[in-house]
């Protein structure tokens, strides 16, 4: 009898597990995994990049366009299985909220460190077209340098989508007493404001847009204003005034509470994930530099990066 229980075991074990890559795992569900696609390169080809990881475990992909804040609610009622991109600044609040009603857990943190943040481009201090530049003070002395033909005969700070950060960029201007010399307008996409650099670039221009770190951006030089300190607190939305930048932060992972039961292969693999600021850099530079599509930019780099990807497998 007992030779027959451990036999029956035996078998029902070999039924529900699976090996990838050498390493035993329990057997992934074959319901698609589903990941949100956003509105900057980074983030989208990182999500073709994990997707493609995925599937060479064996499972199925489903991609869906998710708005940025949102996404966190559709994650915690299983609509979207992971968020691959969680910046500390922007989203650390909905992601946060969203684990506190439960439903959706913190899967890990990349290795590349964030700061999102108004700047200007590397040729702006060279050429001293702000003397004072990258202090925030020197602004004061400048602002018909970034006028532009829509700014009223004011500075202009380019900012993302106003989906990014609401009313954010307008209440630091007022709260550090800029709003007599600058005004803030939202550009469409992230497209729209690496065209404005590109143009600024071509003219000789200044010009003040926001961007972040890491991104392709990083390799031709761009530098980040130098504002007063973040601290807990200080933005409007917290009952401070604004006047403050943006804190230097984490690019975590989010993951529905049920994934590492229903794929416990997959998201073994999506907790040991860990890009680097050089790696997401080249993801967006294939996209932005190299104009590739999403799709082709993620199959480029996951078959030259192969020594990056396939240890998060095993």
């Known amino acids: 009898m007992k030779i027959l229980k451990r036999n029956i075991a035996a078998a029902a074990l070999s039924m529900t597990l699976a090996s990838t890559g050498g390493q035993v795992f329990a057997q992934d569900s074959n319901k698609p995994i589903v990941i949100p696609t956003h509105n900057w390169s980074s983030q989208v080809v990182m999500a073709y990049v994990i997707g493609g990881i995925f599937e060479t475990m064996g499972n199925s992909v489903e991609y869906v366009p998710a708005d940025t804040q949102a996404v966190y609610e559709a994650i915690r009622n299983g ?6 991109e969680v910046w500390q600044s ?6 946060y909220n969203a684990m506190a009603k439960g439903g959706i857990i913190d899967a890990g943190t990349h290795a590349a460190m964030t700061l999102e943040e108004m700047g200007v481009p590397q040729y702006v201090i060279d050429d001293n077209l702000c003397p004072g530049l990258p202090n925030w003070e020197a602004l004061k002395n400048c602002p018909e340098v970034f006028a532009t033909a829509d700014s009223g005969g004011k500075g202009r700070w380019l900012e993302g989508p106003q989906s990014w950060h609401g009313d954010q960029m307008p209440e630091r201007i007022a709260g550090l007493g800029l709003d007599d010399k600058y005004m803030v307008k939202f550009a469409g996409s992230a497209d729209a404001l690496w065209a404005e650099l590109a143009s600024a670039k071509k003219d000789g221009r200044g010009v003040i847009t926001f961007n972040w770190t890491p991104n392709f ?5 761009f530098v980040f204003i130098e ?14 005034d604004g006047a403050c930048g943006s804190p230097k932060g984490w690019l975590k992972k989010a993951a529905n509470y049920k994934f590492p039961k229903t794929h416990p292969a997959a998201y073994t693999a999506f907790s040991k994930i860990s890009f680097t600021s050089t790696d997401i850099g080249q993801m967006a530079a294939l996209v932005d530099v190299d104009k590739m599509s999403h799709q082709d930019a993620a199959k480029a780099w996951l078959a030259a990066h192969e020594d990056v990807w396939k240890p998060f497998t095993q």
């Open 217 to 221: 951006t990083d390799a031709e030089g």
């Open 90 to 95: 922007t989203f650390g609040a909905s992601f």
């Open 79 to 84: 609509d979207v299985t992971i968020s691959h």
């Open 227 to 240: 504002f007063p300190e973040y601290f807990d607190g200080c933005r409007v939305g917290d009952g401070g």
